[in-house]
């Protein structure tokens, strides 16, 4: 059973068409795919959607119904790690080790936590999809 933990710059994809998207669909339709985000994911995705609201990329229908569609999938689709203190700490390490940004290396110590039940990164960040192969685990960008 595959687990495939989404970061934001790929679970947008799902609900903005973009290149990637087919890929992230391809993923969405794996009968036996376990879906993750972490619970930063939410507040990531939101903001992300409101970026492309304020430039102008998506109408404000647009941005209801992404977050209703999002909403529904939060209920239906995710298994859902809450951030905990642990993965502050481990945060700070990956960011000197790896050079990344806050809410990434928040991504990538969230996920390292399921490195026992091998799961795939899902990722259109390049820094974290090169310090998820870095670290030995599989990594899939769409």
Known sequence: MPLYFFDTSALVKRYHVESGSEKV???FKD???ILVIASITIAEFV?????KLNE???SE???RICLSE???DIISSFWIIDLERSHINKSVSLIIKHNLRTLDSLQFAVFSTLSPINPTMVTSDEALLNATVKEGSHAIKP
């Not at 903001?47 to 970026?51: C, E, G, I, V």
């Open 31 to 33: 009968p036996d795919g």
């Open 56 to 58: 102008g990329i998506i």
């Open 47 to 51: 903001s992300a959607f409101a970026r």
């Open 61 to 63: 229908d647009d941005l």
């Open 70 to 72: 999002f909403s529904k």
């Open 25 to 27: 669909d391809e993923i």
